[in-house]
């Protein structure tokens, strides 16, 4: 069975600022990884995803995320984030052998200062 | 606009009440799923349809009952529900094959009383 952690619930930044989430999963197959975001009171909506091949993955609106086998983490990253960036956001896990069933973690919630 | 409607988006029931939540997908996808979204625990993966076969059901209490009768339509009935089972229900859809690109509803907010 797959798996995913979220370490931080929280994190707040200072627009303009960069910004990292962190994602750790567990799992004994090889496996898709994906970013999910959700606005307020919206559905999830993916930001990038990760299948094969380029370990740097380049999602929408300037999101980026770094697959890293040997630590299992698949962190998400922006050089500069915006108010309009605050949202929760999920990572999520699918083995290759099941794809259909996508796994969620826990979510991080990103909040921007102005 | 994801295209993915869930109706209602809010819904208020009894312990004894028996409703039903409805999503409908107008992407041509052929696969839908259920998912629980609670305050401070991880999306709960329910149900999945796959061209109209359940291929998932995960330990989900006898009291949520899924029927997907065409590849746009899935609905989740509910009855006798329990305090616990307030949550936010999330309707995704996706093309088999896609791998992990599945686009939700904006969800129905269920409160049990």
């Known amino acids: 069975a797959q798996s995913v952690t979220q370490l931080d619930s929280q994190v707040p930044v200072f627009e303009e600022a960069p910004v990292e989430l962190r994602c750790n999963y567990s799992?004994?197959?090889?496996?898709?990884l994906f970013w999910y975001v959700q606005y307020p009171n919206q559905g999830l909506q993916l930001l990038l995803k990760?299948?094969?091949?380029?370990?740097l993955v380049k999602g929408i609106n300037g999101f980026e995320a770094e697959f890293n086998k040997s630590q299992t983490s698949f962190h998400l990253r922006k050089p500069s984030v915006h108010i309009s960036d605050t949202a929760e956001y999920f990572c999520a896990v699918s083995a290759e052998t099941s794809y259909d069933k996508v796994i969620f973690g826990p979510g991080t919630s990103l909040s921007v200062i102005p | 606009e994801t295209g993915v409607t869930q109706t209602p988006r809010h819904l208020v029931m009894g312990m004894t009440n028996k409703k039903s939540l409805k999503c409908e997908q107008h992407?041509?996808?052929?696969?839908m799923y259920w998912y629980k979204q609670s305050a401070k625990k991880p999306l709960e993966l329910m149900f999945v349809?796959?061209?109209?076969?359940?291929?998932e059901n995960n330990s989900v209490p006898s009291r949520f009952s899924p029927e997907c009768p065409n590849s746009s339509h899935l609905f989740l009935h509910l009855h006798t529900l329990q305090p616990e089972d307030s949550a936010l229900y999330l309707c995704?859809?996706?093309?088999?094959?896609?791998?992990?690109?599945?686009?939700f509803g904006e969800g129905s907010r269920l409160t049990v009383l």
């Open positions: 349809y796959s061209l109209e076969e359940r291929v």
């Open positions: 799992s004994s197959v090889s496996v898709y």
């Open positions: 992407l041509g996808h052929n696969a």
């Open positions: 990760y299948l094969s091949g380029s370990t």
């Open positions: 995704a859809s996706s093309t088999r094959g896609w791998v992990g690109e599945l686009f």
